[in-house]
T-cell receptor
Framework: DTGVSQDPRHKITKRGQNVTFRCDPI?????LYWYRQTLGQGPEFLTYFQNEAQLEKSRLLSDRFSAERPKGSFSTLEIQRTEQGDSAMYLCASSAARIGGYTFGSGTRLTVV | QKEVEQDPGPLSVPEGAIVSLNCTYSNSAFQYFMWYRQYSRKGPELLMYTYSSGNKEDGRFTAQVDKSSKYISLFIRDSQPSDSATYLC???????????????FGQGTILTVHP
């Protein structure tokens, strides 16, 4: 296992289209987080899964955003009716324990044109 | 006002210099403090992880936490061109209750070490 994997690395989409990103965490990690990072800013928390349960969602996660983690393995983040303001790097991170640092993936860079 | 404030720089130093990076925060519930390094178009990579106040050293890197002042620092000794990256401070509370251990990040400081 080589770490947290995210796919695709880069996505360009037209405004109004739907997009879906995938995250494969480190296999023994039961905690999974999604963050969004815009240019020149630190990552901002979006949502958290413990196993398959989505336990917390940020108010940044509007109703156009949905995330799932079926069977507590990989996770998907879908954005419906994309807007130019959705352009950002979407980062996934996983962790095995309640404390400790996370391991981040390389992110999916979304560009909405 | 943001919960975590970090000077975005940019910071440019010559090779071999000692680099000091800093963050201040306002949430007294934060107990775990981290520094991440992020290269361009990559995800953040965990450099240092500390709990509560004190110092921690790992090779050329030293992390300091002063909870009484709500101030954390990262020192890089003998800086190298390969240290050129964005450095992000991050912190979390004890992950009890409903926080689930989510991290709050600073804005990031862009560091360039020139030969």
């Amino acid at each position: 296992d080589t770490g947290v994997s995210q796919d695709p690395r880069h996505k360009i989409t037209k405004r109004g289209q739907n997009v879906t990103f995938r995250c494969d965490p480190i296999s023994e990690h039961n905690r999974l987080y999604w963050y969004r990072q815009t240019l020149g800013q630190g990552p901002e928390f979006l949502t958290y899964f413990q196993n398959e349960a989505q336990l917390e969602k940020s108010r940044l996660l509007s109703d156009r955003f949905s995330a799932e983690r079926p069977k507590g393995s990989f996770s998907t983040l879908e954005i419906q009716r994309t807007e130019q303001g959705d352009s950002a790097m979407y980062l996934c991170a996983s962790s095995a324990a309640r404390i400790g640092g996370y391991t981040f993936g390389s992110g999916t860079r979304l560009t909405v044109v | 006002q943001k919960e975590v404030e970090q000077d975005p720089g940019p910071l440019s130093v010559p090779e071999g210099a000692i680099v000091s990076l800093n963050c201040t925060y306002s949430n007294s519930a934060f107990q775990y403090f981290m520094w991440y390094r992020q290269y361009s178009r990559k995800g953040p990579e965990l450099l240092m992880y500390t709990y509560s106040s004190g110092n921690k050293e790992d090779g050329r890197f030293t992390a300091q936490v002063d909870k009484s002042s709500k101030y954390i620092s990262l020192f890089i000794r003998d800086s190298q061109p390969s240290d050129s990256a964005t450095y992000l401070c991050a912190m979390r509370d004890n992950a009890g209750g409903t926080s689930y251990g989510k991290l709050t990040f600073g804005q990031g400081t862009i560091l360039t070490v020139h030969p």
